[in-house]
């Protein structure tokens, strides 16, 4: 297994409100496993907790993956093993540039795996490559890190970050909200192209429409902190169909 | 320890404006403002009364020359507040002169650093650009243990001229002295003046400066100043504006455990149409339970009756990044004129958890994230230093976040200074 999720309890620090209350999830290598949901579910949370976001208790289960013991990782550490999280709201960074930002990162990752690090000319070819893929202009790369970007703009820079730092597991959190249909496909396809038997996909969404595109293994519905229906690709639809509320009950 | 109590007891018997007075062959001279003056409010000078009065000037040219930056083209270096004409370079100058035949006139002063000023002995260094673009390094070096030093800078350009003037103030490895120097800055009406100021003296060191400056009508001032060194290290400004003078000022204060960087402003604007744009970052680092690093930012605007449509703003921006750390921002508006726009604005932060974590999630070290947050913090406003100064500003940025943090003597070790007596 890539990811194994057993009886995962999370609450939070401060008011020790009760998040995730026992969720499991087994995520196996090439799978994608969607996670939908209500508002309000868990479901960044269980994102934020697999990536390493501090604020967090811990009150039960533990997390596998590929065989590490995730929860006792920091949260870089997590990143150069192989996790991504694709942040719901990515984080403003004002005054970094985009391209300092995606070298340091990238550089961060080659060091950890005994690489020699990128110099500005290989980092350059390699990132127009995939920005001219997710149709990303070139002075993109001046710009500092999601700082004025459109919500579109966001979500393709996560997903170019993806794309470049190669990772094993791949969190996708709700990378579809507040994109129109030409921007949704774009990502989809960025998302699709970097689908491969050793890599997984966790596909955070609230609407069944990403998965039209992402084509899930798996379907997960989560509700108050709780798995309370997996099944396959149709369960999505029936989603559509009946409302969260007809399917839990 | 009977003998030592002694010590202590006679070390207060004799004010340390009298020791002064003494070594610098003056009169008398005034007490040091304490932080019962308002514009010491902040900014306690009790180091400088921990030092020992010293005015031999003995230096060794190799420890002069050790700690000089290097830089291209005309350049004075000013030792002690007197100039070394054989470290000194003017062949390329064109369009300016630089003198240094003049002598201090000693006037009777009441402000206290001015008094001390004008007993020092130091030259006063007279720069004036007369036509074209000029560019001029003063490389100022404080050697050994001179209580106080410094001289005066009197800068002049004239209406067709301007001059950009880099000023490096280091000191020797044992630099330990007080600087308190005065410059004096005249811009002609039309004339272009860009200060950089690049203070990177040792960390036992104290610097208060007087800068006055008057700018004529249409003039353009543009000054960037970089704090790094000193213990304690103050300059303080009092700028006039003529009608449509423009004035940009900023700052970066880089500050460790136990060092105090003060900028103190007051812009006049006495005639219609001035823009001042004033803009000042700290960066406050520090070890984990140490004496913490200070911030002292004082900044007023005062606008004559006369002085409609002045357009003038400041911020100051501070980044803690190590508990202990604090500012002291003080702005303040004196407006006579009804048709102005002034605002001013101060804040103070520490580095957002969820930036820190956005580059975790990217697998970034959290010191290498560290930096890339910090530096983006000061690059924001290295973009405003004039050009010809922009790769050294940057260079000595990047090398203060590469080093680590330093430590600043502790206040206690210095006040059991007493070695004075023995002389
Ligand atoms: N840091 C936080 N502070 C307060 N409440 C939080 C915090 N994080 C999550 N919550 C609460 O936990 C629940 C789950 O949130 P979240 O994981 O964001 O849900 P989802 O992504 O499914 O919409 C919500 O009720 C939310 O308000
Ligand atoms: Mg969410």
Known sequence: ?249 | MAAKALTVVKADAVPWPERAARVLGAASLPPLPTPADEAFHFTNLRPISALKPHRDSDWELADVAAVLPVVDGPQVVVVNGRVVPQLTVLDGLKGASVRWDGVYPVPEVAEALAAYHAHQGGQVVEITADEGEVVLHVIQVLAGAQVPSGGTLKVRVAARAKLTLVEHLVGTADAAGWWNDHVALEVAAGGVLEQVLVQDLPLDAVLTRRQGGTFGSGAAYRAFTLQVGGRLARVASQFACAEEADIHHSGLALADDGQTHDTTLLLRHEDAGTASHIRQRNILRGKPGGKGAHAVFQGKFYVAQKAQKTDAYMLCESLLLAEGARVSAKPELEIYADDVKCSHGASTGRLQPEQLFYLAARGVPQAVAQRLLVAAFADALLDEAPAAAHALLSARVSRWLDGTPTVAPADDTVEMNTDWLED
């Open chain 1, 1 to 249: 297994m890539m990811l194994t999720v057993n009886d995962l309890k999370i609450q939070l620090e401060g008011d020790r409100k009760k998040i995730l209350q026992g969720v499991s999830l087994s995520v196996g290598a090439g799978e994608v496993h969607a996670i939908m949901g209500p508002n309000g579910a868990g479901k960044s949370t269980l994102g934020y907790v697999l990536a390493g976001r501090e604020g967090y208790e811990v009150t039960g289960g533990s997390v596998d993956f590929d065989g590490q013991d995730l929860l006792e990782m920091e949260a870089d550490e997590r990143a150069r093993a192989g996790v991504f999280l694709a942040f719901q709201y990515p984080v403003e960074l004002p005054g970094v540039n985009v391209a300092t930002f995606l070298r340091t990162a990238l550089n961060a990752h080659r060091a950890a795996r005994g690489e020699k690090e990128l110099n500005a000319v290989e980092f350059l070819k390699l990132c127009r490559r995939e920005m001219q893929a997710l149709s990303m202009p070139e002075d993109f790369l001046q710009r500092s890190v999601n700082t004025g970007f459109s919500g579109g703009e966001k979500k393709r820079f996560e997903v170019l970050q993806m794309a470049l730092l190669e990772p094993k597991l791949c969190i996708l959190d709700e990378t579809d909200s507040g994109l129109d249909i030409d921007a949704l496909r774009i990502v989809a396809e960025g998302v699709n192209r970097l689908r491969d038997a050793g890599r997984s996909f966790v596909v955070i969404t609230h609407y069944q429409r990403l998965l039209e595109y992402i084509k899930p293994d798996h379907v997960h519905v989560l509700a108050a902190g709780r798995v309370v229906k997996s099944g396959g690709p149709e369960l999505a639809l029936e989603l559509e169909a009946k409302g969260y509320e007809g399917v839990a009950a």
